[in-house]
Nanobody, 126 residues
Framework: QVQLVESGGGLVQAGDSLRLSCAASVRSLRNYAMGWFRQSPGKEREFVAAVRWNSGHTYYADSVKDRFTISKDSAKLTVHLQMSSLKPEDTGVYYC???????????????????WGQGTQVTVSS
């Protein structure tokens, strides 16, 4: 059983930066796709960013491209989400997700991820 634990959420002002981390309790993340999703009240969970562990290729939602950066720490089996120029509309619970057999065309689909963290709240005030 893979456990994912997020950290780093908080309350910030618009324009600030924040870094989220997701630590995986697993022997290896080889072949995994690791993603970040977010959900705000009354809305569906939406894709934010993802990284394919083997290649390091990254993928972003248009709404966060050029502001957010996803990265991986292979030694610590941790995924980071560096968020800059935060906006109030970035507010939500951010979830880390992982799957060992993700196909590229599904990497933005939350339903395709097998493992999820408990979520961390990010609140951006205007």
């Amino acid at each position: 059983q893979v456990q994912l634990v997020e950290s780093g959420g908080g309350l910030v002002q618009a324009g600030d930066s924040l870094r989220l981390s997701c630590a995986a309790s697993v022997r290896s993340l080889r072949n995994y796709a690791m993603g970040w999703f977010r959900q705000s009240p009354g809305k569906e969970r939406e894709f934010v960013a993802a990284v394919r562990w083997n290649s390091g290729h990254t993928y972003y939602a248009d709404s966060v491209k050029d502001r957010f950066t996803i990265s991986k720490d292979s030694a610590k089996l941790t995924v980071h989400l560096q968020m800059s120029s935060l906006k109030p509309e970035d507010t939500g619970v951010y979830y880390c997700a992982g799957d060992p057999s993700m196909i590229l065309s599904s990497i933005r689909d939350a339903r395709q991820y097998s493992y999820w963290g408990q979520g961390t709240q990010v609140t951006v005030s205007s």
